[in-house]
């Protein structure tokens, strides 16, 4: 680097104070790429948490629909008979651990079709919502999935 | 009053300070690299376990699957309009990695 010979002469660790001000602005340049790099980190871990439960709360609405839609594939009229109001379940509640989730059910229909509505809610306020309509016109019966309302 | 030595004290706080800054900025640098070059493995682990769990529930739907390979955490019932729907709860883990837990729900034998 290159100081003023007079200047330092003159005023003796104008050198030293170049120095440490041409340091400290570098350190402080790399602690903000650093703290960047964190933040970016920890804010891609929220985002894989978040994620993962989305995908918990899908896997337990698709095989709660399923397990319903089997029943009702076996007997239409397993859970009463169906009708446009609906007919809904208990909630029901999945504690393991730190998770915990609860179970709601819709069933709605007539003679020709049966809608299931499987809806897994997350105490943190996550939910999926899973949907199969089965055909009852059919032997054997057929059913279709979607997901959400 | 004179204090000689005083600098040179003042010097040697500042290098050890200066010291542990960079140690501790090269340490995140490594970890970052590390990270990097781990997280290859990562995902490929990720996707082999979401691809099990999903594979598990193509078998729950087919009726493939009698006995998931998941851990079994006991059986339970969901009212419907007075009526039981009995089910298994099963659990699946990633290995080695904490919060990846799955679950699924198998229909069980109406009584």
Request: zero cysteines; a positive charge; charged letters at 20%.
């Amino acid at each position: 680097m290159k100081v003023d010979r007079a200047m330092t002469k003159k005023r003796p660790g104008a050198a030293l104070l170049a120095i440490v001000l041409i340091g400290f602005l570098v350190l402080s340049l790399v602690s903000a790429v650093v703290v960047t790099i964190a933040r970016n980190t920890l804010r891609v871990g929220a985002w894989q948490t978040e994620q993962i439960e989305k995908t918990r709360l899908d896997y337990l609405a698709r095989t709660t629909a399923q397990a319903v839609t089997e029943q009702l594939t076996a007997d239409p009229e397993a859970f009463g008979i169906l009708n446009r109001t609906g007919i809904v379940s208990e909630t029901k509640q999945i504690t393991d651990g730190n998770f915990s989730a609860s179970i709601d059910i819709t069933i709605k229909g007539d003679d020709q079709r049966a809608s299931v509505v499987a809806k897994a809610s997350s105490e943190k306020g996550g939910s999926a919502i899973v949907r199969t309509t089965i055909n009852l016109t059919v032997t054997p019966r057929t059913f279709t999935w979607s997901a959400g309302n | 009053m004179k204090r000689t030595g005083a600098i040179f004290v003042e010097v040697i706080v500042s290098i050890l300070l200066f010291t542990v800054g960079i140690l501790a900025l090269t340490g995140t640098l490594f970890y970052g690299v590390k990270m990097v070059t781990e997280s290859r493995q990562e995902t490929i682990k990720e996707q082999e376990y979401k691809n099990s769990v999903e594979n598990e529930i193509l078998g729950i739907i087919q009726g493939s699957d009698p006995s998931p390979a998941g851990a079994s955490i006991g059986s339970d019932q969901i009212i419907i309009n007075s009526r039981q729907l009995p089910f298994t709860l099963y659990r699946y883990k990633q290995e080695g990695k904490e919060g990846t837990e799955m679950y699924l729900i198998k229909r069980g034998n109406t009584p």
